[in-house]
């Protein structure tokens, strides 16, 4: 999964009048008499339907990570307090696989066959959710918006139930690497990787671009906490400019690495691990005290493709800063909330469009229809089609400045293989003054 892009938002004085707007008809309207309000699918009663995830709350990933799910059930329960979806509200179930596939499997048989879920929504993780990928579609499970960045998701002949969420790690590597090849010509660039589909896929959206700038390429295991071979490899090819496409974890670790070996190249981020917060703790902790804040971040370049907490007057931000006040737990209101609240508001987006009887097929027909045509908290379409669960399609360039960030480019957007990169123009439109979509039902 990503984090969300820094641009952040805060709290507006239209909650009082948006509660009264919906509270008399719920998210997509309640179901005329005789009209819905019955069980029309597996997961959907008269009064609720259920959907689960899974996701890291315990282990190694869990930082950051275990903060998405807190995020959407927020969202989802402000949305069940203004009436719900067509007058059902929505159950939301996640559990604990602790990014260990073997739990994975399952949990997810457990959402499966005993809380008998309606959809899967934003299961994490490219190795966890890869294991239930053929179970959940073999029982014609929708497979809503996984979070994570890889090509497996976007398979609708082989695997017709799945769809991805945010942009794709191939697709965000074209990017940066355009990005290198104009404005760093002349580098020569190292590749820090994850060594799975994350840092494959984004090795090759980057070697489209910049192939023969391009001196070492080094992975890690993840788990292995050990970069020092890689890191020195890096310096010992003369790599000025290093690319990573990794976990926030290993953003710490690469940083703490470098500064002991007196090494200072350019580091660009894939938007997965270059969140200030979460990265800033990590190297607190990781070098016992010795770095206290994110400031070794400083000049990062990375990504984004969603307002974040950084710019709390956005309206989107404002928006989700209004549900964790009125519905989150304790702490404060992260980007990996923000990134957890809008996938959930665009579940929302496809429960109004499957209609006042939901099905299963329903829901992944609608998506199919007018996935396309949503627009919601991020910069970029979706690219859903029959032929296409394709998630978000592009990405802005920023660097980190301080706590926030600057824009080194316009938003742009692509597609795989050799598709063009264009500037994406759409002007980015605030929520729905009730904070809720109004997405019509699919005929």
Not at 36 to 54: F, I, L, P, Q, R
Not at 70 to 94: L, M
Not at 394 to 409: F, M, P, S
Request: glycine residues 14%.
């Amino acid at each position: 999964m990503r984090r969300p892009g820094h641009r952040g938002l805060a709290t507006g004085a239209l909650a009082a009048i948006a509660a009264l707007l919906i509270s008399s008809c719920g998210a997509g309207g309640r179901p005329e008499e005789g009209e819905g309000g019955g069980a029309s699918d597996v997961g959907v009663t008269a009064e609720s339907v259920k959907v689960g995830a899974h996701f890291p709350l315990t282990g190694v990933a869990a930082p950051g990570y275990s903060e998405i799910p807190t995020g959407a059930k927020a969202y989802f329960d402000y949305v069940n307090a203004n009436g719900g979806v067509h007058g059902r509200t929505i159950d939301y179930v996640y559990r604990d696989d602790a990014y260990n596939p073997t739990n994975t499997s399952q949990v997810v048989n457990e959402l499966v066959l005993q809380d008998e879920i309606f959809a899967m929504v934003g299961g994490l993780g490219t190795p966890t959710h890869s294991a239930v990928l053929d179970f959940l579609n073999g029982e014609g499970v929708p497979d809503l918006f996984v979070s994570s960045g890889s090509l497996l998701w976007n398979q609708p002949g082989k695997n017709p139930q799945t769809f991805g969420w945010q942009p794709d790690y191939e697709v965000e590597g074209k990017i940066i690497g355009q990005y290198v090849k104009q404005h760093l010509p002349d580098a020569k660039v190292g590749l820090f990787l994850q060594d799975d589909d994350f840092g494959d896929d984004g090795e090759k959206g980057a070697r489209a671009y910049i192939g023969d700038q391009i001196v070492a390429a080094e992975r890690y295991a993840p788990g292995n906490t050990d970069v020092a071979p890689q890191i020195a490899a890096l310096q010992a090819a003369g790599a000025d400019v290093v690319i990573g496409f990794n976990v926030p974890s290993y953003t710490a670790l690469s940083q703490l690495t470098a500064m002991r070996l007196n090494y200072r190249p350019q580091w660009i981020y894939s938007n997965v691990g270059s969140d200030p917060a979460l990265v800033g703790s990590l190297l607190s902790r990781f070098s016992e005290g010795k770095v206290t804040d994110a400031a070794m971040l400083e000049g990062v370049i990375t990504t984004e493709y969603l307002p974040g907490v950084d710019a709390p007057d956005n309206p989107w931000t404002r928006l989700w800063q209004r549900v964790w006040d009125a519905h989150g737990g304790r702490g404060e209101l992260t980007n990996y909330r923000i990134y957890g609240m809008a996938q959930a508001y665009t579940f929302v987006q496809a429960l109004q469009a499957a209609g006042p009887e939901p099905t299963r097929e329903g829901i992944v027909r609608a998506l199919e229809e007018v996935g396309g045509e949503l627009r919601g908290p991020a910069f970029v379409p979706y690219r859903y089609s029959a032929d296409s669960h394709a998630g978000l399609g592009g990405v802005k360039v920023v660097r980190i400045a301080g706590d926030a960030t600057e824009d080194l480019g316009p938003v742009l957007v692509t597609g795989n293989g050799d598709t063009e990169i264009t500037e994406y123009t759409e002007q980015h439109a605030g929520p729905p003054a009730n904070g809720i979509p109004n997405v019509e039902p699919v005929s």
